[in-house]
């Protein structure tokens, strides 16, 4: 592909996490530097912002706003969960980003996002390709989900298991303080794939973890967890500590919530169905069978965005996977997105690699069924190797009074 | 009262906090160093270790060890839940207790908790008195809820309200990243008073607060609540955030969730309604009349034991408490617990005095009226110029692999 001349323009897409900030900051300050890029917008709202020409000019804000967003969880320039149609079904949306991409030169875009946001990358490449518009696009991974297909982890995901295993860590000291029983189950995000509730092993690993652990990955058979409870609280005292994901579904494929509590859920915009609640669920079940209190905690959204407790690892990563997906759409490259290559030798070290952007969208990549031990309750050595160089180093934003200080970015709205 | 020679026996009572073992460090490493305290013992489960005689020698444990309690959550010792009846109705306890004491010639006794466990020091105090056996206690205060009677603050509540404050400053990031209308409830703890949700306007002062603040000193308006939302959501872009006690009730005296959910509260062993609910029961209630998103979320246990985001001002002067509570007791001090008083200077400073604890024991300090303002929706500047030196500075345990090193102590136990 050509290196191009023009204006690039960032948009960050989906669910927060800690760090897509992080990579916002690596994109801006690396484009800003390029003498090829002659402009640096960034989406309002990610492609709806695109489509209602709504973007901030990006070189009026400081250098050093810039790099607090390093430490400023969320998306700071507004996110949006938005699946383009196919082109075949309906054209309007890629006209109008044709449109707008022609009146302002826009021949850079990146794309901060999961699977969904990757889709949008390889369409909106695809439709610009089949019209003769010269774009280089390229996505840049971002999901606590960990699921993306093609790159050994995702920015996101570092920091949110930080998040679980530290905090359960503290919730092990806090649920066993009494000398009675008690039951506490702790519900962790991942719909699909198990790789953040894993994470609560590495709290295991340390020796204040969950005393089981079940995945979305293996069936979720409801008498037989009733039954590793009983055998837990058995042998320990009265006590037991339960981490499961938000996604665990019964062999007949039901959601855990919805087989126990009959309840329809309800969809959102994705037509993913709306998860939570599985905790409660099954907290009220097991009060009904053993005499002792059980208690039900969702990490909710704090899991997604405490970016307080955030792995330096995933933020020095996040921030280079930007600076990569400017670098390499400068040198021609074009319909990829940035990945991650685990290095052969002992010490934790990663590269940064190009994959085509269609082999992630839509794409589900799973916690291996191999590395799911003691009849589906708990991970192997193998995560742990996986995901502890993940964690690593601590980061977070300075703090002004004791409270972070996050970046206030002026957002200039550039003129239509 | 007399200068005493013998041993001393230390517990924790009543929920857990971030910095309850810190408090324990300042007792131990104080203790040991004193000539007139033969044998520093730490009771499993508070009262109930010493009725039991379950007692650890803490002259066995490291130096570096006991340190890493600073920094450690919960109760290293064990918590219980126990109140004695009184004397006049039961003396069983009592007596025990007077047994236990002679027969390890316990001379000092000091007691970490809350109200209920100021009772506790003030009822054996005066049973021992009666009984003629010289015995110094003190009672080392400790609650994120900071409703106890005679000191400016207690020990466990600035680290309580720097994670409130913090988690919320991220939440706001979190649940405003749409370009669309969400509702987002947050259930804080506090029975009665509501200092801890208060802290939520920290974050408010900040910048990235909530919108709108319930505390329990204010009997609660459902129906005002509905129109207070909707002030909100109609001002800004159909976004609110609300942060509310777990303890408001309405003016008929009804916890909300119950008013809403005429549903019949549990009962907990000290006497008090099992609480919880409150948000999920609001957020029901608001999906019905707006047709918005709305997300309720608990902080639960996280808010009580995230020892990773302490107040260093609170770890410290929990500590102090502990030393404090140690050299008063020596210089003959006895049934008085170790409060803290802030001093007239502007820069915020406290001395450690003393008062006496039947003063502290089953009293409730709430938060004062004239700083709810805003029709019982936001705090005055009177709340920040109180709250905010409480949650300054950073401490944490040291990570090993990235994670937290939690102190594990031998616990070698006293031989009956």
Known sequence: MKNLKGACIFGQSGGPTSVINSSAAGVFTEALKQPNITAVYGAAHGIKGILEETFYDISQESPE?????KNTPSSALGSVRYKLKP??????????????????NIRYFFYNGGNDSMDTCNKVSKYLLSKGYECNIIGVPKTIDNDL????HCPG??????????????LCLDATVYDKGQITIVEIMGRNAGWLTAASSLAYYKG???????????????DKFVDDVKNVIDQNNGKCIVALSEGIKTKEGLYVAEAIEQRKAEKDSFGHTQLGGVADALA?????????????????????????LASKTDVEEAFMAGVMAVRYAVQGETDKMVVFERQPQKEYK????????????????????????????????????????????????????????????????VRK
Chains 1, 2 share one sequence.
């Open 65 to 69: 706003e810039l790099m607090l967003l």
């Open 87 to 104: 082109v075949e079904e309906d054209e309007t949306d890629y006209k109008r980003i044709l449109e707008v991409f022609k009146k302002y």
């Open 149 to 152: 297909y093609g790159t050994d």
């Open 157 to 170: 995901y570092g920091s949110a298991a930080k998040y679980v295993a530290t905090t359960l860590m503290e």
């Open 208 to 222: 204040l973890g969950p005393d089981l652990i079940y995945l979305p990955e293996i069936p979720f058979d409801i």
């Open 284 to 308: 009220d079940l097991l009060k009904q069978r053993f005499k002792t209190k059980v208690r039900a905690i969702e990490f909710s959204l704090l899991q997604r965005c405490a970016a307080h």
């Open 350 to 413: 990663i590269e940064y690699k190009l994959m085509p952007v269609e082999l992630a969208a839509n794409a589900e990549k799973k916690v291996p069924l191999e590395w799911i031990i003691n009849n589906g309750t708990a991970l192997s050595d193998k995560f742990i190797e996986y995901a502890l160089p993940l964690i690593q180093g601590d980061t977070k934003a300075p703090l002004e009074e004791g409270l972070p200080r996050m970046a206030k970015l002026k957002k200039v709205l």
